[in-house]
């Protein structure tokens, strides 16, 4: 089996104006689409990051990928992260891969697409087989302006009344209060059945988001597990204090202040558990993270780990460094995501819920529309491979919808500034 197409497709779709210590998500969320096809007529698909210059790594590989073996992913690995080609020639993807754990992760999802597909084994399989059927999925709370993204403004959905009872039309109501995130909770739980709940903090003044934990315990009471990540907008001072008053109430307590050094010594100050996906995201930052006793749990991501298989590899360094494992999420759709079940439930001690945007999308490229979360959990995908196929004119207007909304990069700061003219990146920010 060869690969004789290699297909990348930038995509856009609507994403609500959601908070950050970064700033606001803008109408549209990017993300970009690789297919594969082998010369026995099967395709691998994957789902990455967005963006021109996502695709323009990606496009660089093209020469590489042609007439490749799918199966021989060490040795793919190995070109694109050492630049090495075997034969003495030139490199034409050499110096233009910021990110090559990125790239290949990506390629190497749609290998194991077409992988399983050509083997008639799902990919969990590929990865050391299925340790679980559901994989849990928690609650992620943001407070947010008014509006559902799309249509390159912040606008409502007009086919669901704003005042309407359930998630689709809390997915487009403000939401910059302690009663206001409570709300939204009872919505996303009523409608998914999460059974965690995770507060995107960092926005409003830290007692503000300690009063909405506060609020979120008393209303959803001690069995419901809460998170709460800052994205690093309070100092070492502030994330002492904030610890003192969040202790007892957290499940853990994910990168309120930056860098491994300050986590390790708010770690001698707290006993919440520490989690991250922003001072430990590669294999290099694992030594010091350890060493200094940084965190106590690991938000994995294969968009930038690597991909699949590496995270398999994560999980085993966790397991030996008695490290608890979860999965991070940013905006993204329904191939992402089956290949976040796939991973989880190959992965034994992945005991945490994982994270996900999916509810605030809705918008979806996979045949058969969206996937379906019940009781909190997302069934893996049946059937070979990613066990998803792509709605190719989904995909073609969501390409077409990339082109007319004139973004090609992500910039929260400068959507946050079209709400509040002047407004600043800073971090620490309390």
């Known amino acids: 089996m060869k690969i004789v197409e290699y297909k990348i497709t930038p995509i856009a779709f609507a994403d609500p104006p959601l908070r950050s210590a970064f700033g606001l998500h803008a109408p549209y969320a990017l993300r970009t689409i690789v297919e594969l096809v082998s010369d026995d007529g099967i395709s691998g698909v994957s789902e990455t990051h967005g963006g021109a210059a996502v695709v323009d790594e990606l496009l660089a590989l093209g ?25 003495g020639t030139s490199k034409p993807w050499e110096g233009k891969l910021s990110s090559p754990a990125r790239t290949f992760g990506a390629i190497e999802v749609a290998c194991l697409d077409m ?17 679980r ?20 403004g912040l606008r409502n959905d007009p086919a669901v009344p704003a005042d309407a009872p359930g998630w689709p039309a809390m997915r487009q109501r403000e939401a910059l209060s302690p009663a206001a995130l409570v709300g939204q909770a009872r919505a996303m739980v009523a409608e998914f059945g999460f059974q965690s709940l995770k507060l995107k ?45 969040l202790d007892g109430l957290l499940e853990y307590y994910e990168d309120p202040v930056a860098g491994r050094a300050a986590m390790a010594e708010l770690a001698s100050h707290t006993r919440l558990p520490l989690a991250t996906n922003m001072c430990c995201v590669s294999f290099a930052d694992l030594p010091d993270a350890i060493g200094l006793g940084s965190v106590q749990i690991i938000l994995g991501d294969h968009h930038f780990w690597g991909g699949l298989r590496a ?22 759709l329904g191939i992402s995501l089956a290949a976040m079940a796939h991973l989880a439930a190959a992965v034994p001690n992945l005991t945490y819920a994982c ?26 995908p049946a059937g070979p491979g990613l066990g998803v196929t ?34 600043q990146l800073a971090l620490p920010r309390w």
């Open 390 to 423: 792509i709605d190719q004119a989904e995909l073609a207007r969501m390409h077409a919808q990339y082109l007319a909304c004139g973004l090609h990069y992500r910039d929260d700061a400068a959507e946050m500034q079209k709400i509040e003219p002047g407004w």
């Open 311 to 332: 995270s398999v590899e994560l999980a085993r360094i966790c397991r030996t460094w008695g490290l608890g494992l979860s999965m991070h999420s940013n905006s993204h």
């Open 355 to 380: 994270d996900t945007h999916y509810p605030w999308q809705s918008e979806e490229l996979i045949a058969g529309g969206k996937l379906r979360f019940e009781e909190g959990a997302l069934a893996v």
């Open 133 to 152: 059927e559901r994989v849990p999925f928690s609650a992620y709370l943001f407070y947010k302006h008014a509006g559902a993204g799309g249509q390159w």
């Open 115 to 131: 992988i399983g597909k050509a083997t008639g084994r799902p990919v969990c399989d590929l990865l050391g087989g299925q340790v």
């Open 63 to 87: 020469d590489l990928l042609a007439g490749r073996d799918p199966f021989r992913l060490a040795e793919l690995e190995a070109m694109i992260w050492g630049g090495a080609r075997g034969d």
């Open 201 to 245: 903090a960092g926005v409003l003044p830290p007692d503000d988001e300690i009063a909405t934990i506060r609020l979120l315990r008393e209303n959803f009471g001690p069995g419901v597990p809460l998170r709460i990540d800052p994205n690093t907008a309070w100092s070492l001072a502030t994330s002492v204090r904030c610890a003192r008053e």
